[in-house]
């Protein structure tokens, strides 16, 4: 909700590429929540635990991925029926190792690596386990935005993908 009229950014999408899966980010209220699913928004996230939001795309049969730092808002999200736990601002806060280290009294929780994830450390995250990564600037710089460069955003998308599949691999042959 930070990109001026990400409303109408996530109707114009939704509508025109019927395939995507489009979701509304950095949702702090209800309000806006619900007018993220009328414009065709299929998940919900936010930087934090914003209870109000979870319990609406839990009633509204949405996707939701609230944003938490502590093991104390892991369990929280978890237990409140987050879909997955969004750790932001994860490289901020110790990277990959604060993921591992999450990861070892939450084995049954999907984590979501976001804040500070890039194509150095997206594999790193993957191993340490995350489920996914949230990526932001570092995916869709602004001035490929601003420039109209297409497809620019789609090598950096396909680099990200090669880097998690790697990364998976990796994973299961361990």
């Given at each position: 909700?930070?990109?001026?009229?990400?409303?109408?950014?996530?109707?114009?999408?939704?509508?025109?590429?019927?395939d995507?899966?489009?979701?509304?980010?950095?949702?702090?209220?209800?309000?806006?929540?619900?007018?993220?699913?009328?414009?065709?928004?299929?998940?919900?996230?936010?930087?934090?635990?914003?209870?109000?939001?979870?319990?609406?795309?839990?009633?509204?049969?949405?996707?939701?991925?609230?944003?938490?730092?502590?093991?104390?808002?892991?369990?929280?999200?978890?237990?409140?029926?987050?879909?997955?736990?969004?750790?932001?601002?994860?490289?901020?806060?110790?990277?990959?190792?604060?993921?591992?280290?999450?990861?070892?009294?939450?084995?049954?929780?999907?984590?979501?690596?976001?804040?500070?994830?890039?194509?150095?450390?997206?594999?790193?995250?993957?191993?340490?386990?995350?489920?996914?990564?949230?990526i932001?600037t570092?995916?869709?710089?602004e001035?490929?935005?601003?420039?109209r460069?297409?497809?620019?955003?789609?090598?950096?998308?396909?680099?990200?993908?090669?880097?998690?599949?790697?990364?998976?691999?990796?994973?299961?042959?361990?």
């Amino acid at each position: 909700m930070t990109t001026p009229g990400a409303i109408d950014v996530i109707a114009d999408v939704a509508k025109s590429y019927p395939d995507m899966i489009v979701g509304g980010g950095t949702v702090l209220d209800q309000e806006t929540a619900r007018r993220c699913v009328d414009a065709g928004a299929s998940f919900l996230t936010s930087p934090g635990l914003v209870m109000e939001v979870v319990e609406f795309a839990l009633k509204s049969e949405v996707v939701v991925f609230p944003g938490v730092l502590t093991a104390s808002e892991v369990i929280m999200a978890w237990k409140a029926g987050s879909d997955l736990v969004k750790i932001f601002p994860c490289a901020q806060v110790g990277g990959d190792s604060y993921i591992r280290a999450l990861k070892v009294p939450f084995p049954q929780v999907p984590l979501i690596a976001s804040g500070g994830v890039n194509q150095r450390t997206a594999a790193k995250f993957i191993l340490a386990g995350a489920c996914a990564l949230g990526i932001g600037t570092e995916l869709i710089p602004e001035e490929a935005v601003m420039r109209r460069r297409e497809a620019w955003i789609h090598e950096l998308a396909r680099r990200y993908l090669k880097i998690v599949k790697d990364a998976r691999a990796q994973k299961k042959g361990s």
